[in-house]
Every structure is written in C-alpha cells, then in structure tokens.
C-alpha cells in the first residue's frame, strides 16, 4: 500500500519536472497540423485550439511556473535582505 503512494508520488514529482522542462506540447485538435478539419487546399483554416502554431501549452505548466517564479523570487528577497 505504502510502496503504491510513494510510485505515484515520484510519478507526479517526475511529470512536474517534465512539464517544468517542457511547458508546450503538440496540439491535440489538430494532431501538430495547425490546421482545423474545415481547411482544403485553397482555404487553409488554423486551429481553433493552437491557433495554427501546433504547440499548446500542457496543463498546469502555468500554474507551476507561477509558483517556481514565485518561490525563486521568495529566495532571491531573501538573499538580498541579508546583503543589507
Ligand atoms: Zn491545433
């Protein structure tokens, strides 16, 4: 029981990293086409969801920059504070 919560913990640990490391992912609506199913060869029609760039950004690698930002930025006052 205990070995299954600390394999998902290192699972969760390891797909922060990767989402730290790599924030954009290929786009799942079109498949990394950047092209919505509406577009032929004279009309070409973007993604809705990437706009056309094929790359989205995966779930919660906003949310966990914001956070890394927010605790470096945390750690770097601190530093300066005890220059003064
Ligand atoms: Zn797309």
């Known amino acids: 029981m205990s070995t299954a919560i600390v394999v998902a913990l290192v699972l969760a640990l390891g797909r922060l990293v990767f989402i730290y490391y790599h924030p954009f992912g290929p786009c799942r609506a ?18 809705t969801r990437c706009g056309g760039t094929r790359l989205t950004q995966r779930m919660g690698s906003r949310a966990l920059h914001k956070v890394i930002r927010g605790t470096s930025n945390a750690v770097r006052e601190n530093k300066e504070k005890r220059r003064l």
Not at 33 to 45: A, E, F, P, V
Request: hydrophobic share 5%.
């Open 30 to 47: 079109c498949k990394g086409k950047g092209t919505n199913r509406g577009s032929t060869k004279k009309r070409l029609g973007r993604c």
